[in-house]
């Protein structure tokens, strides 16, 4: 057991450290709905920019970002994702801009020491990436959208490390027996690559349910990714330890992050 995830453990929570090929320098953390620094509450990332909040549900999140933030090396860097493919690079120049101000983008790379990557998460996979040295870091949000246009190959060519040694983690998301999708969301894949129709089973007339974890594993598979590891649990199913927006509909949010470290 690592020393974080004995940390975890100690203080109660259920938090996931993932266990993936990554080198030692490199340190990540997903949270659950569970752990709120508010009692009777669910944990809370909440939304990119606080300001779209009344007082009382920001110091909510505000409080929950603080207790995540002991477990992390230094302030995250969260992203404003709009379930695209862009991918901002976080540097010396621009990290304390992009920690007061989130970045509109769906990944983040960085090759700094002790900067948080983040990405919320709520049914989409949060993608975790370490290139094999641990020298460059990055983290996307691949919801159905952002995987087909892309998320996952815009990430790897910005961290520009080779696809062979790199290690990627795919987090907890809706699981392949509850996505419902319809025949957009099957065609959007099929249309580039014949190939993911496996990834897709009939429901009914057109509908079909769809395995995002295989989908993105595809598109690393293609991209030269093979080491990747996941973690199996569907966040629409188990309502005890995940958010789903598929399931309440609310704006509740968890995090995946992962950091460079010494």
Known sequence: MSKLAERLA???LDWIVPAWDAPRCVGALCTTR???AVAGEPLDI???RLGTLDDAARERVLANRRRVQAFLPGPAAILEQVHGRDVVVIDAANVAAARAQPPVADAAVTRQTGVPLAVRVADCVPVLLASGSGEVVAAAHAGWRGLAAGVIEATLAAMRAPAAEVAAWLGPAIGRDAFE???DVREAFTAADARDAAHFRPLREGKWLGDLHALAR???ARAGVQRVAADPSCTFTEAARFHSWRRD???WRMAAYV???D
């Open 249 to 251: 509909r609310a704006p």
């Open 10 to 12: 100690d203080a109660g």
């Open 34 to 36: 569970n752990g709120s």
């Open 218 to 220: 595809a598109r690393l």
């Open 259 to 261: 950091w460079r470290q």
């Open 181 to 183: 999708v319809g025949d």
């Open 46 to 48: 909440g939304p990119s």
